[in-house]
């Protein structure tokens, strides 16, 4: 792998890790509690950003579908 197509999966990767963060910020404490439960390794006291940087990055997409899930739950919440 040329080093020019490495720099951009690390770039498209850490772009990944913040729209994560900026989502889990949007989530409540539950859901966020309910992320550590899933990602933390039994570390609830860890900062759910610190949880973010050390997901592996084959489980990232997970990660981050299942909290797109989790906002698109609450915006219908709020809406009806």
Known sequence: ?????????NDAIE??????KDNL???TEKQQLFF???YAHGDLEKPINDIVDGIKD???DCAMQVVD????KNIKKQTS
């Open 25 to 27: 910020a949007k989530c």
């Open 58 to 60: 084959d489980k990232l």
């Open 36 to 38: 550590k439960r899933m």
């Open 69 to 72: 899930k989790t906002l698109i």
């Open 1 to 9: 792998m040329s080093n020019r197509l490495k720099e951009y999966i």
């Open 15 to 20: 772009e990944a890790r913040g729209e994560l």
